[in-house]
């Protein structure tokens, strides 16, 4: 099993920037997707951004315009470029691969703190 690890949480302060890293123990290759997920206390996890294997990403209406989803040339790691950062982006952030229906990985999770 491909083990995934998020990197490049912290705090900013509105306006800023953070560029989080989800990096593979394998190729990412052997995802069919992998997407970036949040979730704050008390609060179902929600879908953030995905980029599949093949074909166009996809954001959350909330973050469009604002993060980008990306990978690496080596295809181990993946980016999530948060410009323009809002307090309502506090969240810890996951890191997600999925392989089928049934197979998925999970990073252990970053925090990303947004101060007014």
């Known amino acids: 099993q491909v083990l995934l690890v998020e990197s490049g949480g912290g705090r900013v302060q509105a306006g800023g920037s953070l560029r989080l890293s989800c990096t593979a123990s394998?190729?990412?290759?052997?995802?069919?997707?992998m997407s970036w997920y949040r979730q704050t206390p008390g609060k179902t996890r929600e879908l953030v951004a995905t980029?599949?294997?093949?074909?166009?990403?996809t954001y959350v209406d909330s973050v469009k315009g604002r993060f980008t989803i990306s990978r690496d040339n080596a295809n181990t790691t993946v980016y999530l470029q948060m410009n323009n950062l809002k307090p309502d982006d506090t969240a810890v952030y996951y890191c997600?691969?999925?392989?089928?229906?049934?197979?998925?990985?999970w990073g252990q999770g970053t925090q990303v703190t947004v101060s007014s």
């Open positions: 980029i599949p294997r093949s074909g166009e990403t």
């Open positions: 997600r691969g999925v392989v089928s229906a049934l197979t998925d990985s």
């Open positions: 394998g190729s990412i290759f052997s995802f069919n997707h």
